[in-house]
């Protein structure tokens, strides 16, 4: 039964001339060709996406470095901020803590009467 099939197509095929067969090879590999490069230019669009994603976390992370730094600073100037307006309300009162403020905002307190010579 196989074998009928067979003889049957390779009876077909003989009688198609070699030019169909030649286009056939062409729009073969031309079609496995393009195939290929397609299936190139998607792993070349995954490695430029891979590698902007990790650019992009070592960026991230920078910046969540930079940021901590930079808080630190914050909390340390605030701190010691803080402990200077409470020495200045502790020996001044209301009036050096608030000279205090002036003087930290750079305000030239010299030009205040309440403030002067504090």
Partial sequence: MIWTALAAV???AKRIPWQ???ILGILLTAWIFGNHRYSQGVDDERDRWEAEQEAAKDK???ATLDAGEKR???TIRNTEAERARDEATATGGRIG???ERLRQAGTDISSIA???GR
């Fill in 72 to 74: 630190a600073i914050d």
């Fill in 60 to 62: 991230a992370d920078k």
């Fill in 20 to 22: 169909v067969w030649a």
């Fill in 10 to 12: 390779s009876s077909v």
């Fill in 97 to 99: 803590r608030d000279c």
């Fill in 114 to 116: 309440a403030c002067a």
